[in-house]
Each structure stands twice: as C-alpha cells, then as structure tokens.
C-alpha cells in the first residue's frame, strides 16, 4: 500500500507542488521514557508531551525509521525506530530511548502462571 501511495505522489505530485515527504509510519503512536512522560507521534506531524502540543517532527529517512523532532522549547531529537523501541541523541548530545506504549513489561507475561490462555 505505501508503494501505491509514493507512485501515486510522484505521478500526481504533492498538492503544494513539493516533492512528497516521507510518512515513517512506525514511528506514528505513544512512546513512553522521555524524561518520564509520554510523547505521541501524531500523523500530522506534531508532538505531544503528555497530552499537550510539544514540537513538530518530520521523517528523515522512511526506510530506516529515522525522524528529527523538534520541541518547542529549541531542542531537537535525532531518532530512529527498531521494533517497539525508539533511540536516538538530542542536540546536547544525550542519548534519548523510549519504549512504544502499553506494551507488557518484558519478561513479565499478561496471564498469571495459573489464569487458562486466553
């Protein structure tokens, strides 16, 4: 389907006349461990820490998952996505790593050891 979608921009070209930016899809969702709180990764493109509009971020490179985010308070993440673990540097050059949200604990199973499998 993302093939579908890319040929299609670049028979009928973005609406602003632009080349069409990439989607970085997996990237799209709730991260949980910057800094204790809980960012989302809207489609539109914007950031929100906790609920609230923090930034905007945009997709470097669609194949690797890797995306800049951009707060508002100046900083900038570097990231990239490998499963349902976010990584990457900030511009002070710390290392910034999240996990996507509500997934289990690893190790730890959903049933206890005596609940039937669902």
């Excluded at 989607?23 to 489609?43: I, K, N, P, Q």
């Excluded at 669609?62 to 508002?72: G, H, V, Y």
């Amino acid at each position: 389907m993302l093939l579908v979608g890319r040929l299609l921009c670049i028979a009928l070209s973005c609406a602003s006349g632009a080349a069409c930016a990439a989607e970085c899809a997996a990237l799209v969702g709730e991260w949980s461990g910057f800094t204790g709180g809980t960012v989302r990764l809207e489609r539109n493109y914007t950031v929100l820490y906790d609920g609230k509009a923090a930034g905007h971020w945009s997709c470097v490179d669609d194949a690797t998952s890797k995306a800049s985010l951009t707060w508002n308070i100046g900083a900038v993440d570097s990231v990239s996505v490998s499963g349902d673990h976010l990584s990457g540097t900030n511009t002070q050059g710390v290392s910034v790593s999240a996990e996507r949200h509500g997934l289990p604990h690893p190790g730890k199973t959903q049933n206890p050891p005596d609940a039937p499998p669902v």
